[in-house]
């Protein structure tokens, strides 16, 4: 197998493509933390090693963790008709290549945390950020609510990008990292309530080989309400954010065309709803990667044009 083979197979294999789900989040809150002065009214300057340093930081971090994943659950995805055709389970990729490739994406993550300085906060905070990230891989194994870890992996995004930008400010007054936090949250509930819709496919194979799912706990028509009620909380989050920041003194410069967006991702919500049933799964793969991908873009190109309006 040459090189370009056997990357191609590592990008298929962890999904690069699915990068955009938490990207656009990490960018909006990129563009916000540029363009919203801190509540003593200074601005943040915009530096080009900035935006390179949270690309990097981004594809490095989540590639890692997807690798890492593909590698713990390798016994399980053999033993899961659904995904037991993944390339560990088929062999087209040896448990090493992927393992050096978690460890490379690991290195570069930490190392594109230099790009910040003088800001030392996301070296220091790299590591527990990574172990975050990868302990996501066990959670299935030990809780119901592991949805909801996943979510908080991808709410670290718009936190962390707040953080790189503007860790100073941070210390000397703790409420300047709301915006973000909101942000973060809606991407929470956002990501928990699709990763129960996704896991409603393996629901019977959860419960057989003692894996912990809310589809496997309480069952798929429980599970399909439990992730409606996740994706209503995102909007009541994503609804009130500008209106949070504006009393505590940090108005966003989100407007209509942002709430706009939030209202056309209700609707693609309740779309995504209607694609599945309890008896009919067929159609989750739509729901999860066309609506979620409208819907992650979707917010960024609105917010960033009220933002910079």
């Known amino acids: 197998m040459t090189a370009i083979q056997k990357t191609r197979q590592i990008l298929e294999m962890i999904r690069f493509s699915h990068t955009i789900f938490a990207l656009p989040f990490a960018l909006l809150a990129a563009v916000m933390a540029w363009q919203i002065p801190t509540r003593s009214g200074t601005s943040i300057p915009f530096r080009w090693q900035d935006l390179a340093g949270i690309l990097i930081c981004m594809v490095?971090?989540?590639?890692?963790?997807?690798?890492?994943?593909?590698?713990?659950?390798?016994?399980?995805?053999?033993?899961n008709p659904r995904t037991r055709s993944r390339h560990l389970p088929t062999g087209q990729l040896?448990?090493?290549?992927?393992?050096?490739?978690?460890?490379?994406?690991?290195v570069v993550f930490v190392a594109a945390t230099l790009m910040f300085l003088p800001n030392r906060l996301p070296l220091l905070c790299s590591l527990p950020v990574l172990a975050i990230l990868l302990f996501y891989s066990y959670t299935k194994r030990l809780t119901s609510l592991a949805h909801y870890w996943l979510g908080l992996a991808l709410m670290l995004a718009p936190i962390a990008v707040w953080v790189a930008l503007r860790g100073e400010h941070i210390l000397a007054d703790p409420l300047d990292v709301v915006p973000a936090v909101l942000l973060g949250l809606a991407v929470l509930f956002w990501v928990g309530g699709f990763d129960i819709i996704y896991a409603c496919q393996d629901f019977k194979f959860d419960q057989?080989?003692?894996?912990?799912?809310?589809?496997?706990?309480?069952?798929?028509?429980?599970?399909l309400r439990i992730a409606a009620v996740s994706h209503l909380l995102m909007l009541v989050v994503l609804a009130l954010l500008p209106l949070v920041c504006q009393w505590i003194g940090m108005p966003t410069g989100l407007g209509?065309?942002?709430?706009?967006a939030?209202?056309?991702?209700?609707?693609?919500?309740?779309?995504e709803h209607s694609l599945v049933r309890p008896n009919d799964l067929s159609r989750v793969n739509m729901a999860f990667f066309n609506v979620n991908a409208i819907v992650s873009?979707?917010?960024?190109a609105a917010g960033s044009l009220d933002v910079f309006w």
């Open 208 to 223: 057989n080989a003692g894996l912990k799912s809310i589809p496997a706990r309480f069952g798929v028509p429980v599970a």
């Open 262 to 271: 939030v209202a056309a991702i209700a609707g693609l919500l309740i779309y």
């Open 94 to 106: 040896s448990a090493g290549s992927v393992a050096a490739f978690t460890v490379i994406c690991c």
């Open 256 to 260: 209509w065309l942002y709430y706009i």
């Open 60 to 79: 490095g971090a989540r590639s890692a963790a997807m690798a890492f994943n593909r590698l713990a659950d390798r016994e399980i995805d053999a033993a």
């Open 297 to 300: 873009f979707g917010l960024f």
